[in-house]
């Protein structure tokens, strides 16, 4: 079938995306599923910064590739041998599918699946399967995935492993994001950190990622939470919300603040060091955002020791998808999780290269792009 999708062309064009268009919104040809895989319509899908580190060449991909992969949608069609999920099910996608068989699977979410990160590497489904073509200059070429969902696109095919029933009566864009931004941040803070009651937790870095994580501790009973970014705009909102302190990184190094644990959400090396800093004794720094690979950070080993801290780098929030994910869903049908706050702005799929202006910019927590019926 043809269906309309978000290309990226070339990796590593120049700011503002908006004039270099490095994404363009065409019509794609997607295979039909095969076994262990699911047609699904998407209804939203959110923009993330794991889209920009591959447009910005922080994380290099191969090209063409139709980006997107915090998405959520309805099943359309299923393949040969799925039979536990249902035609008409709205599903979340997930960044990390896992074959459950490797020894990373058997790690409780720790580690990441080792096929599926191939993968996801490869720009292919599981299997090596690319189901995306379009007419290229030569002739019919191959459109890579892009992190095993590329769902910036009115439909996708998904390995069955990438896809999380989530009850229909959650909204598409809440479920989109419930996908990436909190799976990753939420567990994060559940999953790594683990606070006991009393402890405090500090988020470092206010994206979709570090907000999801923020809302996740706020919805704990635990001690003082505490909010850090550079912007002053991100600290009142993060007030706003509930947060018991908010600092830039200069406050927290001037005041010696410090908590419990500390997540990294900002991707950033210096960013590290201040939650390193900022970590008390007997704590831990967890690390979940994604710099240059030629990013290097300093600490002091022997604080380390010293202090018993532990550094913990949480990939996917050390999740398991399946199990995770419907816990989250269950939260915010509690009202402890409100998702909706993420939503910064709900756009069309053709604002594409100026969202990712207003993500570099750090003018947006999370943008969802929001399809409509008629144009699927």
């Known amino acids: 079938m043809r269906i309309t999708g978000a290309v990226l062309e070339e990796i590593g064009r120049p700011r503002p995306y908006a004039q270099s268009q490095p994404i363009a919104v065409q019509e794609v040809e997607l295979d039909p599923p095969g076994p262990g895989e699911i047609l699904v319509r998407i209804e939203a899908a959110g923009i993330c910064h794991s889209d920009l580190s591959v447009v910005d060449g922080n994380r290099v991909r191969p090209v063409p590739m139709l980006l997107g992969h915090e998405s959520a949608g309805i099943v359309e069609q299923l393949g040969e041998g799925v039979d536990d999920v249902a035609v008409g099910d709205r599903v979340a996608m997930c960044f990390l599918p896992r074959c459950e068989q490797c020894p990373n699977c058997r790690q409780d979410g720790r580690l990441p699946c080792t096929p599926g990160s191939a993968a996801n590497n490869a720009g292919v489904l599981m299997g090596d399967r690319i189901l995306l073509h379009r007419d290229g200059p030569d002739g019919p070429e191959q459109v890579k995935h892009h992190l095993g969902v590329s769902g910036f696109a009115t439909r996708v095919v998904v390995n069955r492993a990438s896809a999380v029933p989530v009850g229909n009566d959650v909204p598409p864009d809440i479920a989109a994001v419930l996908g990436c931004a909190v ?48 912007l002053e705009s991100k600290l009142d909102l993060a007030r706003q919300w509930g947060a018991d302190a908010a600092y830039t990184p200069q406050q927290v190094a001037e005041q010696g603040v410090k908590a419990t644990h500390v997540v990294e959400c900002a991707g950033h090396p210096r960013a590290f060091e201040t939650a390193f800093k900022a970590t008390g004794v007997g704590g831990r720094t967890v690390t979940i955002g994604l710099p240059a690979p030629t990013a290097l950070s300093e600490i002091s080993p022997l604080t380390v020791t010293a202090e018993a801290r532990t550094i913990i780098g949480s990939y996917l929030g050390s999740a398991v998808p399946a199990r995770d994910i419907p816990r989250y869903a269950d939260l915010w049908r509690e009202g402890k999780l409100p998702v909706e706050r993420l939503i910064s702005s709900r756009i069309r799929l053709d604002q594409i290269n100026e969202a990712m202006d207003q993500l570099a910019d750090g003018l947006a927590i999370r943008q969802v792009i929001m399809f409509d019926e008629e144009e699927a």
């Open 183 to 230: 799976l990753t941040g939420g567990g994060a803070v559940l999953n790594a950190a683990d606070p006991q009651p009393g402890d405090s937790v500090m988020i470092v870095g206010l994206g979709g990622v570090g907000m999801a994580a923020l809302l996740t501790a706020l919805s704990l009973d635990i001690g003082e939470v505490i909010a850090v970014d550079a």
